[in-house]
C-alpha cells in the first residue's frame, strides 16, 4: 500500500499541503531513511542520490535583515564534498545560477578523485529567480522544473532530500518528490523555538536566563517584564525575543534604568511606563527594525522575555549535535562563538574548538538536550548556544537557545572533516585528522568592507593563490572560501581558516584581511588581472 501510494505522485496528483493524506505520504517516505543511512554510511561504494534544496525557510522579513540572504544558499556548498564516493550523485538546486569557478573551487578541493569524474556526477538546477520568496517555495510553484528534478534523481529508492531548515514546505516538497527527508519532521518545530527551548532546558534541568516564554501581545511583554523585575529587583536589561528570530536578528534590549523613578510605584503604573517604553524606547538588534514591525511579528509567532546575562568576563560557546537517522544522539564539536553588534548578540563567526576550561561542561549539557530530543523523535544536525560568566576560577553557565537546523558552525566544521578525513575525538574535545595531526580553526561568514564588492570569483582565488592563503591537502592548512558568489554585489564572503593551532588559525585570518585590504584599496590585483589577461590570450 506505501509503494503505490507514493508511486501515484508521479503522475503530479499530489495530496494537499499539510493535509491528513500528505502526513501520511511523508510518513511512509520517512521510512525509508534508516534503511537508507545504514546502506550509505557502511558501504562507500553504495549508489544514492543526494538532492540539496539550501533554502533558508525563514520569515522573509528577518531575512531581509541579513546582508545577501540569497547568496547563503551557497553555504551548503560544502556538501559537494560528498562527490567523493565514486557511486554518489548530487542534485543541488540554488536559486541563482551558481558562478562555474565557484563550483570547479570547491571540486579542486576534492582528494582522491579526479574532478572530472565527480562533475559528471553533479546536476546543477537553478529557478533563475533572485526574489526573497524561500527556494523551496519557489521550485513548487515551478511544476516544470519540479518534474525536472524528478527525473534527475534517478532511483528514488535510493535518494533522501537535505535542507538548510524543515519547514511545512519541505515536507511538501518531500512528498513531491517522492523521496525521503534527512532532517526534523516539521510537526517538532516548536521544539527550536525560543520559547520550545525553555521547555527542553527546564526538562534536562540545565540552567538558563530568568525568562517566561509563550507570550504573544504588547501587554504579555509587558506583564512579563514586570515580573522578572519583580523577580530580580537589581535587573538592569532585559531581552525580548521572536520565537524565530535568526542570528540574533530578532532580538531587543529593554533596559529599567529609566525607570527606576516608577520602581515603588503601584503595579498597574510600572506596567504602563514598561508598556509605554517599549513602542519608544526598546533598543532592536537589527537596525531597520521598529516597534511597529516587531508587535505584528510577535503577535503571529510569539516569543519570550529573559533576562540579560551581565558580566566583566562573558563567553558564548556552542555545542553541535547529531541525531543520525537511526535515532542515535552525538555530540559533534564544540565552539566559541564570535559576536558582534551594538549588544553582542550577532553571529559573526566562531572558533574551534571551544576553550577548554569549559568545553566538557557545555559537551554534558549538549549530550542531555541531545537525548531528550532524540526520544521526541528530532532528526538531524542543530547547535545548542550558552552565556557564560566567569565567576573565580569556574563558570556560571545559562543555555540560551537550541538551534535545529545547520547554522554557522555546521559548514566550516563538515568542510575541515571532509578536506582532512579525520573526527571529533569527544574525550579531549581536539579534531584528529586521519595523519594523526590536530586541528584548530576561526570561521566567519562577515568578511564585509566596501571596497570588497566588484570583485569576480575568478579575482578572489587568483588573490588568495597569489598569496599562498589557500588550502593545502598535503600540510592540511589555509583558508577556504565561502559565500564567494555575495562578494562582487555585497562586498561580503566567508572564511574558514584551518590552521595547527589556535594562533595559526587566527595569523591565517588576520593575513588574509590584510592581503584583501592591502590588494583590493591599493589595486595591486590589476597588474596580475593585466597578466592573466595576456597569459589567456597568448594561449
Not at 500528505?22 to 546502506?39: T, Y
Not at 525536472?148 to 512528498?175: W, Y
Not at 579575482?459 to 600540510?475: G, K, N, P, Q
Not at 565561502?482 to 594562533?503: D, R, W
Request: hydrophobic content about 40%; charged content about 25%.
Amino acid at each position: 500500500m506505501a509503494n503505490t501510494l507514493v508511486q501515484t505522485l508521479t503522475d503530479n496528483s499530489f495530496p494537499l499541503p499539510s493535509s491528513p493524506e500528505e502526513l501520511a505520504v511523508f510518513k511512509r517516505l520517512q521510512e525509508r531513511m534508516p534503511a537508507l543511512f545504514d546502506k550509505v554510511a557502511n558501504n562507500r561504494l553504495a549508489e544514492h542520490t543526494s538532492v540539496i534544496v539550501p533554502s533558508m525557510t525563514l520569515h522573509e522579513e528577518e531575512l531581509l535583515k541579513l546582508k545577501g540572504a540569497s547568496f547563503y544558499e551557497e553555504r551548503l556548498l560544502y556538501l559537494l564534498m560528498l562527490l567523493r564516493r565514486p557511486r554518489t550523485r548530487l542534485v543541488f538546486i540554488t536559486s541563482q545560477r551558481l558562478h562555474p569557478s565557484v563550483i570547479d573551487y570547491y571540486l579542486h578541493l576534492l582528494t582522491g578523485v579526479p574532478a572530472a569524474h565527480a562533475r559528471r556526477r553533479l546536476i546543477l538546477i537553478e529557478t533563475n529567480d533572485s526574489s526573497n520568496t524561500p527556494l523551496t517555495q519557489k521550485l513548487l510553484d515551478r511544476p516544470i522544473l519540479m518534474e525536472r528534478i524528478r527525473r534527475s534523481i534517478g532511483d528514488r529508492n535510493n535518494a533522501h532530500l537535505v535542507c538548510f531548515n524543515t519547514t511545512p514546505l519541505e515536507r511538501t516538497l518531500a512528498v513531491q518528490l517522492g523521496i525521503p527527508l534527512y532532517g526534523l519532521d516539521p510537526d517538532l518545530l516548536d521544539l527550536g523555538t525560543k520559547s520550545g527551548c525553555r521547555q527542553i532546558f527546564r526538562e534536562a534541568e540545565i540552567p538558563m536566563p530568568a525568562g517566561i516564554e509563550n507570550l504573544h501581545t504588547q501587554n504579555a511583554i509587558a506583564e512579563a517584564l514586570m515580573d522578572l523585575w519583580e523577580e530580580r529587583p537589581q535587573m538592569r536589561k532585559a531581552v525580548v525575543k521572536l520565537n524565530d528570530g535568526f542570528s540574533g536578528e530578532g532580538n531587543a534590549i529593554f533596559r529599567f534604568e529609566p525607570l527606576m523613578n516608577v520602581k515603588d510605584a503601584s503595579r498597574s503604573t510600572r506596567k504602563a511606563a514598561i508598556s509605554a517604553r517599549l513602542e519608544t524606547s526598546l533598543e532592536f538588534v537589527a537596525p531597520t527594525e521598529i516597534w511597529e514591525n516587531f508587535a505584528t511579528k510577535f503577535l503571529s509567532m510569539g516569543g519570550i522575555c529573559e533576562e540579560f546575562i551581565e558580566g566583566e568576563v562573558k563567553q558564548s560557546p556552542s555545542v553541535q549535535c547529531r541525531v543520525n537517522a537511526v535515532g542515535e544522539p552525538q555530540v559533534i564539536s564544540t565552539h566559541d562563538q564570535l559576536l558582534g553588534g551594538l549588544s553582542g548578540q550577532v553571529y559573526l563567526g566562531c572558533t574551534f574548538p571551544a576553550n577548554p576550561s569549559y568545553r566538557a561542561k557545555i559537551q554534558e549539557y549538549g549530550e542531555k538536550i541531545a537525548a531528550i530530543l532524540a526520544k521526541k523523535g528530532v532528526i538531524g544536525r542543530f547547535a545548542i548556544d550558552f552565556v557564560l560568566v566567569q565567576k573565580g576560577d569556574d563558570w556560571d553557565y545559562y543555555a540560551i537557545e537550541i538551534n535545529l537546523r545547520k547554522g554557522g558552525t555546521t559548514h566550516p566544521f563538515l568542510m575541515m572533516k571532509f578536506l582532512t578525513d579525520g573526527g571529533y575525538d569527544p574525550a579531549t574535545g581536539m579534531f584528529i585528522t586521519s595523519s594523526g595531526r590536530p586541528k584548530y580553526y576561526l570561521a566567519s561568514d562577515n568578511l564585509s568592507a566596501p571596497h570588497y564588492r566588484g570583485i569576480t570569483p575568478d579575482e578572489l582565488i587568483d588573490i588568495a593563490v597569489y598569496h599562498d592563503l589557500h588550502f593545502h591537502s598535503a600540510t592540511e592548512r589555509g583558508v577556504v572560501f565561502h559565500l564567494i558568489g555575495a562578494m562582487s554585489q555585497f562586498g561580503k564572503v566567508g572564511v574558514t581558516c584551518i590552521g595547527n593551532s589556535p594562533e595559526d588559525a587566527q595569523e591565517l585570518y588576520q593575513s588574509i584581511l590584510r592581503v584583501l585590504d592591502e590588494e583590493l584599496k591599493d589595486h595591486k590585483w590589476e597588474d596580475r588581472l593585466n597578466y592573466s589577461s595576456i597569459y589567456l590570450n597568448n594561449a
